[in-house]
């Protein structure tokens, strides 16, 4: 979506920012938890709170506008978006007891960072004309992030997986999420 408004150069600086920006967060925080003492959740899943976060409020603004458009635009955005909503919060929810927290946590932080798309549907409904141009740098900001999760964290812990058979599983998860994420295009 954003690719169709900026140009390509400027859209994979957008990301490439997000990437180093995220890799100094979680560095912020890994030296924030682990300088005296180890800690048991590991640093992806706050990571991964941010992200979702910032994907969620953007999925909000964009909920917001297409209904400011149309409403027969805004549910079909609204479908779509909760088609690929659900299988990211259970990503989410998988990543989050991957990386240490209880599970009543998990849900707990889940939950609340799903709400964030609520927060982004009012701000997008208050201040639709000033975030309309915002909004095209979000998405690969979002997508700079989610790169770098998956990057730094997910792959090497996948890799690192010795069990042939959960190795398969995580594999087969793997596409299936890239093949729900090139369907759900269709859609929207």
């Not at 800690?39 to 910032?54: A, K």
Request: glycine share 6%.
């Amino acid at each position: 979506e954003a690719a169709e408004k900026l140009e390509i150069t400027k859209l994979l600086y957008i990301v490439l920012f997000s990437f180093i920006l995220f890799f100094f967060i979680e560095k912020i925080i890994h030296w924030h938890h682990h300088h005296t003492a180890e800690c048991e959740i590991h640093t992806f899943g706050y990571i991964n709170i941010v992200g979702s976060s910032i994907h969620n409020f953007i999925d909000g603004l964009i909920i917001a506008a297409t209904f400011l458009v149309d409403v027969r635009l805004g549910i079909t955005t609204s479908v779509a978006i909760a088609s690929h909503e659900i299988p990211q919060k259970i990503g989410d929810f998988c990543i989050f007891l991957y990386a240490g927290f209880e599970k009543r946590k998990a849900i707990i932080i889940n939950i609340l960072v799903a709400l964030t798309i609520v927060i982004g549907g009012v701000l997008g409904y208050f201040l639709s004309q000033s975030i309309s141009g915002l909004i095209t740098y979000l998405l690969p900001f979002a997508a700079g992030g989610f790169l770098y999760i998956s990057t730094s964290d997910l792959i090497p812990e996948i890799k690192k997986e010795k069990d042939l058979k959960k190795s398969l599983v995580s594999f087969v998860f793997f596409l299936i999420g890239i093949t729900i994420m090139y369907l759900a295009k269709f859609i929207e």
